[in-house]
């Protein structure tokens, strides 16, 4: 049994009989399955298993900490991150707060301006947690959050000398996640798949380069399955 690497992520492998296909995804140790045709989907397990210790789990439910939700009556599959989003939240404790309605709102501008300007703001933030927060929140924006993009880029080009406008604002961040943490990417069940795109770009956004950001993101099944937010170089 071949499977061909993708080459864009080489850890997807895809096997097409005919108009059958199986799909193959790698985590170091973790295989994810996902067919069109139940007796190749079989044939593929009983392989496997034949060349390497395999523990058989059933229906994916968790996968690298995304839960997936099926609604077979509307043809609907959902990927949410809710108790990952929750166990970041009590890790900056952040479980109980009150929810923020955006992560960034117009007229929200960050910069170099912001760092610490003398050695007691200094102090202070080396005992905040500030790259450790926008490592959490990057995970969520990276699997089912593509509307964090932007913000999770801006605050992250401040890690290395965050000062306390932008701490302030990664907490922003955190309790719009705490109003919105059953939130999840949905695809639906469609005749005709379409990849449809959208990019866009601000114009010399950054205040500390005068660079622009650009965005996109493109979507399947009526869900996004690729988005990105970066600065121009």
């Known amino acids: 049994m071949v499977f061909k690497e993708n080459e864009v992520d080489n850890c997807i492998y895809v096997k097409f009989r005919g108009s059958k296909f199986i799909f193959l995804d790698l985590y170091v140790d973790d295989i994810l399955l996902a067919s069109s045709d139940m007796n190749l989907l079989l044939e593929t ?3 496997l298993s034949s060349k390497f210790d395999t523990k058989d789990l059933g229906e994916a439910a968790y ?12 043809c609907a599959l959902g990927l949410s991150q809710k108790t990952y989003i929750e166990k970041a939240l009590k890790k900056y404790n952040k479980h109980k707060c009150s929810a923020s309605p955006a992560p960034i709102v117009k007229g929200d501008n960050f910069g170099e ?12 933030m080396r005992a905040v947690p500030y790259a450790s927060a926008i490592g959490s929140i990057m995970y969520a924006q990276v699997c089912t959050r593509p509307h964090l993009a932007f913000v999770t ?14 701490w302030k604002a990664v907490k922003k961040v955190l309790r719009y996640l705490q109003g919105t943490k059953s ?20 114009f010399v956004g950054c205040v ?5 950001t650009s965005g996109y993101i493109f979507t399947l099944a009526r869900g996004a399955i690729s988005w990105k937010s970066s600065k121009q170089t």
Do not use: W
């Open 45 to 47: 397990k009983r392989f």
């Open 63 to 74: 996968v690298l900490g995304i839960q997936i939700h099926r609604d077979r009556a509307k």
């Open 113 to 124: 301006f912001q760092c610490p300007n003398n050695e007691y703001e200094a102090s202070h």
């Open 153 to 166: 880029r801006m605050l992250g080009r401040y890690q290395s000398n965050p000062g306390p406008d932008h």
């Open 183 to 202: 939130y999840m990417l949905t695809y639906r069940r469609l005749d005709n798949l379409e990849i449809i795109g959208y990019s866009d770009a601000d």
């Open 208 to 212: 500390d380069t005068k660079k622009s």
